[in-house]
């Protein structure tokens, strides 16, 4: 049974469709590669994947379980978690702040706890912030733990969601653009991770323009064009495919 | 001196409980509440009535804060849906429908002739010594309720009304729903502008419609943008800005010659404007704040 | 009720709605473009009929003739505010716009009313006294204020649907950068845009004086109303303004045998909380992201 299963998804904005009728499936352990124009639709079918923006037409399952109309949190909270093209930090908390308003906290984060912590919610907060900043040291952000995000770079952001994400021991992440605006000593280390985290039983799916990254991280890739997938298949071979190449317009793929 | 000085003291920390509520809404969690003076009336009234009926004022007081807090519920849960500049106007009007509802229900609330002859608190020791007395109540309540609000802003739900402000699609995508803090931190500031309210109707005696006005709430939002929303200090600051603004205007009078109380008045609403423009413009700090204290 | 009275009401409210269709208008064409509501509208309204009466007791002149003075008074204010204003807030969320909007607002109705007083004022106008068709009235002058809001809206709608302005007032309102992109000069348009809804303000205004009072609250009075029948009638649709409008008038016309004139903006509340609720969209807007 695949981890994610896409069956002719359909995102409509207005009368223009982002995305037409996209079928994928994601295997269990695997990364899915996403390349492809811009405008393509890539970002709008994580979008209606993870539910900010629900499909208009077909189907969606995650672990078996039908997500088409469920909403984000909930769709989050059965393991199925995102990052975003521009990255979303909490602007107004630190490094490590960020991650624990990720972690799952539901007594702690109850009102009246707020003036009554007993043992047991210290113990769990601690609990948490110990894997926040095992996390932390993880994607080597240990040394900006109490920065508040708002004042790192783009690449460091990247990471904060990253990491925020991970609080939530998810089973799938769809990453959008973890390269961009990365300085390329980064994104071997981003690389890295995602390949350390695929290890610990993690699939992904990842939307990248960087195709020579893209290529070396994926298992299997696929190519969209104008809201439809174009080519899917073995990352080094699908971008030779002559549509492909039409549709970049002759650029060096 | 000393009299005239407790009484704005008075004023003043009523206003800051006005602010720490709206700070609760919108310095921390990004909630636009242009309806604060709404809550602030309906414990005002709430209390009043109460006690006119011969409950015993602290009872007065609790039911005032229950009530608005109560009535923050349906606008909270209006809240989910609405976006910032859609819920701005929607409690705007709420308000001031609350406010034609209080002046046209006289049956209940004696409308626009108001509620006079309120008993004053601690009225029983005496005129000078009850005025202190509610000075000193009222300062260990708005010190309780800075103590609360540090402690609620650095607690896990803290954490999540910041984050809510700041971006709450990212925190839904992380696996919660905002929807149930948002409606709790309504609710929690419409509490404190409850029991602002009964402070009010208990020290003043005598309230009627025409005091719940929206300018009052754009008092408040004036203060906590000079004082810089997000922080009890700059709510507590902004208060008292707000005190010395008010009560300097009411000073101005005598150096502007020509000019009556009604006048005064009109231009001290021109001032408020401006300032609200003025600051908006030049002080965006004061609206978005560094990191909550 | 009997037929005649809900004739009565019906009427009453369809003229009442024309004339809140003009502010009506005016919010949605600024929160279309400029992506906030104007609060400042009600006071805008109210400046333009205080202009007009200013004119009318130092000039002497005729009511139409003070009406045009007033729309250009009204009018600069209203591009001054955008110019010396809005556009530096342009970039900074929302409720700094909001604010200081209602910032300016406060500072127009409280320089009117430093001036000119509280008390209630009116225009002179030719009494005349209402026709009677077996029980329905209507008041002459209600049917000119009736024809001179239709005439306005039509010259409004000529302009944004049948000109270049009103057709790159549309692509701005679509997409800002889509507009930028391809040259259109957002600055001038943006002027000429609030020079007309100051001018769309000031005509609601004088003919809501006319209708009723001139007092320093009365555009104030008339915001929530005017946001509500944009709302109803759909953010960003200007026949949804209008629509909204006259629905949102007849109904409150109809409601008062019921619930009495004072709840009036009570009812207008609900209706918007409601509308916000169930059909976000309005009558005619596209799905437009409320949320």
């Known amino acids: 049974m695949s981890m994610l299963q896409v069956e002719a998804v359909t995102r409509l904005f207005g009368g223009f469709k982002a995305v037409d009728g996209v079928s ?149 992440i769809l990453l959008d653009e973890p390269f961009a605006g990365v300085n390329p000593v980064l994104i071997d280390e981003i690389c890295e991770r995602v390949r350390a985290l695929q290890g610990r039983g993690i699939a992904f799916i990842v939307i990248e323009h960087h195709l020579q990254a893209l290529k070396a991280l994926s298992h299997r890739m696929i190519v969209m064009d104008r809201g439809r997938i174009l080519a899917e298949g073995d990352p080094h071979t699908v971008l030779d495919d002559p549509r492909v190449q039409e549709a970049y317009m002759g650029g060096v793929v | 001196m000393l009299a005239y000085l407790c009484a704005i003291g008075i004023v003043a920390l009523i206003y800051c409980l006005l602010a720490l509520g709206l700070n609760l809404q919108f310095g921390l969690t990004r909630l636009v509440n242009f309806g604060v003076v709404a809550f602030f009336a309906v414990g005002a009234y709430t209390s009043g009535l109460l006690s006119l009926q011969g409950l015993p004022l602290p009872a007065c007081f609790i039911a005032a804060g229950v009530l608005s807090g109560l009535l923050a519920l349906p606008i909270g849960l209006l809240s989910l849906r609405l976006r910032d500049d859609y819920l701005a106007i929607v409690t705007l009007g709420f308000s001031e429908a609350v406010r034609i509802t ?45 103590w609360g609000t540090v402690r609620l802003t650095r607690s896990p739900f803290g954490r999540l009304l910041k984050a809510i402000g700041d971006d709450e699609a990212a925190l839904s995508a992380l696996g919660k729903d905002p929807a149930r803090f948002k409606v709790q931190v309504f609710m929690l500031g419409a509490a404190l502008a409850g029991v602002a309210g009964a402070f009010y109707a208990h020290f003043i005696t005598f309230i009627t419609p025409e005091q719940f006005i929206p300018l009052i709430t754009f008092y408040v939002w004036m203060g906590l943008v000079m004082g810089g929303s997000g922080s009890v200090r700059g709510a507590m600051f902004g208060s008292l800005l707000l005190m010395v603004f008010l009560e300097g205007s009411r000073f101005a009078k005598d150096w502007v010659p020509g000019v009556s109380e009604v006048g005064m008045a009109s231009l001290r609403l021109a001032a408020v404007g401006l300032a609200l423009i003025l600051v908006t413009l030049y002080r965006p700090n004061g609206l978005f704040g560094g990191p909550s204290k | 009720m009997t037929w005649i009275d809900f004739a009565n009401l019906l009427i009453n409210g ?212 005017a946001f509500a029948a944009m709302v109803l009638g759909g953010i960003g649709s200007p026949v949804g303004a209008v629509l909204g409008a006259l629905v949102l008038c007849v109904v409150q016309e109809l409601s008062v045998p019921l619930l009495g004139p004072s709840y009036k903006l009570v009812l207008s509340f609900v209706v918007l909380a409601l509308v916000l609720l169930l059909r976000p969209a309005g009558i005619m807007g596209r799905v437009q992201l409320v949320r």
Not at chain 3, 17 to 41: D, K, S
Request: hydrophobic share 55%.
């Open chain 1, 24 to 172: 994928l499936q994601l295997a269990d352990r695997e990364i899915l590669g996403i390349a492809g124009t811009n405008g393509a639709g890539k970002s709008t079918l994580f979008a209606a994947i993870a539910g900010q923006q629900p499909a208009n037409a077909g189907r969606i399952a995650f672990a078996g379980q039908d997500i088409t109309r469920m909403p984000p949190y909930r769709r989050a909270r059965l393991g199925l978690v995102r990052t975003f093209q521009i990255p979303r930090e909490f602007k107004s908390l630190t490094v490590h702040e960020n991650l624990m308003a990720a972690a799952a906290n539901p007594q702690g984060e109850r009102l009246l706890n707020a003036f009554f912590q007993t043992r047991g919610l210290r113990e769990h907060e601690a609990q948490l912030a110990a894997k926040a900043d095992g996390i932390l040291a993880f994607l080597n952000l240990a040394r900006v733990r109490d920065v508040p995000a708002g004042g790192l770079s783009g690449g460091q952001k990247k990471l904060v969601e990253l990491g925020r994400v991970l609080m939530l021991d998810p089973r799938c």
């Open chain 2, 102 to 146: 209080i002046q046209q229900e006289s049956w209940l609330t004696h409308g626009v002739q108001g509620l006079p002859g309120l008993p004053k608190l601690f009225a029983a020791w005496g005129p000078g010594v009850s005025d202190t007395a509610i000075f000193a109540v009222l300062a260990c309540i708005v010190g309780l309720v800075c």
């Open chain 3, 14 to 225: 369809l003229i009442e709605g024309l004339v809140v269709a003009l502010p009506a208008l005016a919010m949605t064409l600024v929160m279309g473009v400029n992506r906030f509501p104007n609060a400042a509208t009600g006071d805008l309204m109210t400046t333009g009929a205080y202009a007009a009466v200013a004119v009318q007791l130092l000039g002497g002149v005729p009511l139409w003739l003070a009406a045009i003075a007033s729309v250009a008074v009204t009018a600069v204010v209203s591009a001054g505010s955008y110019q010396l204003i809005f556009r530096k807030l342009a970039g900074r969320p929302m409720v700094a716009s909001m604010l200081a909007a209602i910032g300016l607002g406060f500072l127009l109705r409280s320089l009117i009313s430093f001036f000119a007083g509280h008390d209630q004022r009116t225009f002179e106008m030719p009494l005349v006294r209402a026709w009677n068709f077996g029980g329905i009235r209507i008041l002459p002058t209600d049917l000119l204020i009736a024809a001179i809001a239709a005439a306005c809206l039509a010259v409004v709608f000529v302009l944004i649907y049948r000109t270049s302005f009103g057709r790159q007032l549309r692509a701005v309102a679509d997409s800002a950068d889509l507009a930028r992109a391809s040259g259109i000069r957002a600055g001038g348009l943006m002027l000429c845009l609030w020079l007309l809804v100051g001018a769309l303000s000031s005509i609601g205004g004088v003919l809501l004086g006319m209708k009723a009072i001139v007092t320093p609250e009365m555009g104030w009075e008339s915001l929530i109303p």
